[in-house]
């Protein structure tokens, strides 16, 4: 099993709709969560992070968290063209490293 | 406040030799991990430098170390490169030690013929 598993996707979703990008990860004692996006060609970049169970929303970006089930989300409220791009989930485990996840790719559609 | 910077931006070596990757954290921030990005593998953890000692090292062979000076300015050095060892190596800095919010640079891109 990996330690962070993504869909690699595509994803595709329409011009203005909600995108949701998910994320599991196996090791319980995990602590912090985060989201990067990667455009081709590019380096990732840091979108979103969250600590705690629950939701945490920073414009059009919300984070979701629940460590009992392991499972972390980002959801995309009005989708553009311009967030096309690889979405990368990112954990810190108990050893205190980041380990990625392999990313989604996200395609916007017009 | 500039970002991280990475140079060389390119890098073409060949088989057997040895490469050194220089990066620059941003201003204020003393930890530097180092990644490598590969098409099949993602993105994997090589090492984190924290108050120029390693804290941290990921399941790479030891061709691959790194440094880290007192003005936290890191380099890493892969040795003996193999063709395998062709991928995006990227730097990432954070304030504290410990794999908290990390700011990546461009990347270095190497090339293995």
């Known amino acids: 099993q990996k330690e962070v598993e993504q869909n690699s996707g595509p994803l595709s979703v329409p011009e203005g709709a909600i995108a949701s990008l998910n994320c599991t990860y196996s090791?319980?004692?995990?602590?912090?969560f985060f989201w990067y996006r990667q455009y081709s060609g590019k380096s990732p970049e840091l979108i979103m992070f969250?600590?705690?169970?629950g939701d945490k929303e920073d414009g059009r970006f919300t984070a979701q968290l629940n460590k009992a089930s392991q499972y972390v989300s980002l959801l995309i409220r009005d989708s553009q063209p311009s967030d096309s791009a690889t979405y990368l989930c990112?954990?810190?485990?108990?050893?205190?490293?980041?380990?990625f996840g392999t990313g989604t790719r996200l395609q916007v559609t017009l | 406040k500039a970002g991280v910077t990475q140079t060389p931006r390119y890098l073409i070596k060949t088989r057997g030799q040895q490469v050194t990757l220089s990066c620059s954290p941003i201003s204020g921030h003393r930890s530097v991990s180092w990644y490598q990005q590969t098409p099949g593998q993602g993105l994997q953890f090589l090492f984190e430098?924290?108050?120029?000692?390693?804290?941290n090292k990921g399941n790479f062979p030891g061709r691959f170390s790194g440094r880290q000076f007192s003005n936290s300015r890191s380099e890493m050095n892969v040795s003996t490169l193999e063709l395998g060892d062709s991928a995006l190596y990227l730097c990432a800095s954070s304030l504290r030690q410990g794999a908290n919010e990390q700011f990546f640079g461009p990347g270095t891109r190497l090339t293995v013929l």
């Open positions: 430098y924290f108050s120029e000692t390693q804290r």
């Open positions: 969250i600590y705690s169970n």
């Open positions: 990112a954990v810190t485990g108990t050893a205190s490293k980041l380990t």
């Open positions: 090791d319980r004692g995990s602590q912090s």
